[in-house]
């Protein structure tokens, strides 16, 4: 007998586990659609009430994004143990799926798939919201569409905490010396997405946790091989200093002097 959640939801399989918790591929009764529902379940003992408040305060926050280029959140489902956040369905590869079939990609290619990408953060960060954990495994590619999931670690920029949260490889410095997420090292992110995306590796040599860490901490970014025009924007985005670092403009103006580049 398969499950109903919420009287309107029919989980069908569960088709991933993501950074908050499992992701089902479900059945919307009412509306008679495909939609994807993400299970989070609750701690026992009193963490629990902070834990729901959370995870309806950064659902309520993704609701209002509404961009193409970002995974839609349509509903939450509340249960006493559980929480269901119900979003769009995508037939999509990841990026991470992506790279692991087919190597590194074309310079224009990655340089095509930043802008889109950069649309979609731009309209976050507009919104006041940062995702806190952009990595290829977070990018979904289907049809003409390139999609940033799973803002479950997203919060608004007054209410960043010092937590660690996220993919080591692809961490921003300060974030992993306890400064929390921002704008900033959303940029980080990104940048170290696009690296792995042209050159079909991490930015630092090694990807064990705890030695890429300080590596990222100490140490610059490995020289890029393959990346041609690219280069400058990858190491603007990697600069240690938050500061320092590449704007989402300054990126926007540099990856279409690659387009022109490219074109030429």
Same mark, same amino acid.
């Given at each position: 007998?398969?499950?109903?959640?919420?009287?309107?939801?029919?989980?069908?399989?569960?088709?991933?586990?993501?950074?908050?918790?499992?992701?089902?591929?479900?059945?919307?009764? @009412?509306?008679?659609? /495909?939609?994807?529902?993400?299970?989070?379940? &609750? $701690?026992?003992?009193?963490? !629990?009430?902070?834990? %729901? +408040?959370?995870?309806?305060?950064?659902?309520?926050?993704?609701?209002?994004?509404?961009?193409?280029?970002?995974?839609?959140?349509?509903?939450?489902?509340?249960?006493?143990?559980?929480?269901?956040?119900?979003?769009?369905?995508?037939?999509? @590869?990841?990026?991470? /799926?992506?790279?692991?079939?087919?190597?590194? &990609? $074309?310079?224009?290619?990655? !340089?095509?798939?930043? %802008? +889109?990408?950069?649309?979609?953060?731009?309209?976050?960060?507009?919104?006041?919201?940062?995702?806190?954990?952009?990595?290829?495994?977070?990018?979904?590619?289907?049809?003409?569409?390139?999609?940033?999931?799973d803002f479950g670690f997203a919060a608004f920029e007054s209410a960043a905490t010092t937590s660690m949260r996220?993919?080591?490889a692809f961490i921003a410095p300060e974030v992993l010396q306890g400064r929390g997420g921002t704008r900033e090292?959303?940029?980080?992110?990104?940048?170290?997405?696009?690296?792995?995306?042209?050159?079909?590796?991490?930015?630092?040599?090694?990807?064990?946790?705890?030695?890429?860490?300080?590596?990222?901490?100490?140490?610059?970014?490995?020289?890029?091989?393959?990346?041609?025009?690219?280069?400058?924007?990858?190491?603007?985005?990697?600069?240690?200093?938050?500061?320092?670092?590449?704007?989402?403009?300054?990126?926007?103006?540099?990856?279409?002097?690659?387009?022109r580049h490219s074109a030429a």
């Open positions: 007998m398969s499950t109903i959640v919420d009287d309107r939801y029919q989980l069908l399989a569960p088709v991933g586990k993501g950074a908050t918790g499992v992701v089902w591929r479900a059945y919307d009764l @009412l509306l008679e659609r /495909d939609v994807a529902l993400k299970e989070i379940a &609750l $701690p026992p003992g009193p963490e !629990a009430a902070e834990r %729901r +408040r959370k995870v309806v305060r950064e659902a309520r926050m993704a609701a209002r994004l509404s961009h193409r280029g970002i995974v839609t959140v349509h509903n939450l489902a509340e249960e006493p143990e559980r929480l269901w956040i119900v979003m769009e369905f995508l037939e999509a @590869l990841t990026l991470h /799926d992506t790279l692991v079939q087919a190597g590194p &990609l $074309p310079v224009d290619l990655v !340089a095509k798939l930043g %802008r +889109r990408l950069l649309e979609a953060l731009r309209h976050a960060h507009a919104g006041g919201v940062v995702h806190r954990d952009i990595k290829p495994a977070n990018i979904m590619l289907t049809g003409d569409r390139v999609v940033l999931a996220g993919t080591p090292a959303d940029m980080w992110s990104f940048g170290a997405t696009l690296y792995m995306a042209v050159e079909g590796r991490t930015p630092f040599r090694t990807v064990d946790s705890m030695a890429a860490l300080i590596e990222a901490l100490r140490e610059p970014p490995r020289t890029p091989r393959r990346a041609g025009a690219l280069e400058p924007v990858l190491l603007g985005l990697l600069r240690k200093d938050p500061a320092a670092r590449l704007s989402a403009e300054q990126t926007h103006a540099m990856l279409m002097n690659v387009r």
